[in-house]
């Protein structure tokens, strides 16, 4: 059973903007805060942004100011809104709980040309 899928990745030139967008099935969805992590080749998976169930966020320090995540209830959505790209934010992403993790899903690919 697929819990998270991500989808909206792409390429970019640096200032650019992307919007990636994860479904997760409502059992993750209602009962835990939620974020973004990436991963970068040769580099560990690192936690860039996360909401919690109330809409508290909480920002990586090289991403603050830039990114923007969401979320909406309705359709048990996370949202990235990724402004002002730069080629270090090139990485594969994926969503997922804060505490607990679930199996990943595939991630969807940012890449950042300069």
């Known amino acids: 059973q697929v819990q998270l899928v991500e989808s909206g990745g792409g390429s970019v030139q640096a200032g650019g903007s992307l919007r990636l967008s994860c479904a997760a099935s409502?059992?993750?969805?209602?009962?835990?805060?939620i974020a973004w992590y990436r991963q970068a080749p040769g580099k560990r998976r690192e936690l860039v942004a996360a909401?919690?169930?109330?809409?508290?966020?909480n920002y990586e320090d090289s991403v603050k100011g830039r990114f923007t995540i969401s979320r909406d209830n309705a359709k048990n959505m996370v949202y990235l809104q990724m402004n002002s790209l730069n080629p270090e934010d090139t990485a594969v992403y994926y969503c997922?709980?804060?505490?607990?993790?679930?199996?990943w899903g595939q991630g969807t690919q940012v890449t950042v040309s300069s």
């Open positions: 997922n709980t804060v505490r607990d993790l679930r199996p």
């Open positions: 909401i919690s169930r109330g809409g508290t966020t």
């Open positions: 409502a059992s993750i969805f209602n009962s835990n805060s």
